[in-house]
């Protein structure tokens, strides 16, 4: 079983930063994807940034300069740096690991999921 536990999460005002992290308790190399998503109240999950296996990072066109994904492999953690931010901004955000999973004759991509940290910012 795979588990992700992110920290970072604050109360800060617009115009700051803030970097969350994510444990992950296996190797990342083993993923087939990470990246974060968030959820706003009343609103769908979205994805913030993505670092796919192989590909290039992807972010939401609401975060792109403002917003960097980055893995330290050795920590087996993954960052999202948050500058810039605005009250928009504010939202659980989840730390998102995708990867393959083989019974005889069945492969499957399985998403493991973080329990989420709050990140509010207010205005």
């Known amino acids: 079983q795979v588990q992700l536990v992110e920290s970072g999460g604050g109360l800060v005002q617009a115009g700051g930063s803030l970097r969350l992290t994510c444990a992950a308790s296996?190797?990342?190399?083993?993923?087939?994807?990470m990246g974060w998503y968030r959820q706003a109240p009343g609103k769908q999950r979205e994805l913030v940034a993505s670092m796919p296996k192989g590909s290039s990072t992807k972010y939401a066109d609401s975060v792109k300069g403002r917003f960097t994904i980055s893995r330290d492999i050795a920590k087996n953690t993954v960052y999202l740096q948050m500058n810039s931010l605005k009250p928009e901004d504010t939202a659980v955000y989840y730390c998102?690991?995708?990867?393959?999973?083989?019974?005889?004759?069945?492969?499957?991509?399985?998403?493991?999921w973080g329990q989420g940290t709050q990140v509010t910012v207010s205005s």
């Open positions: 296996r190797s990342i190399f083993s993923f087939n994807a």
């Open positions: 998102n690991a995708k990867a393959t999973t083989q019974t005889p004759g069945v492969t499957w991509e399985s998403d493991y």
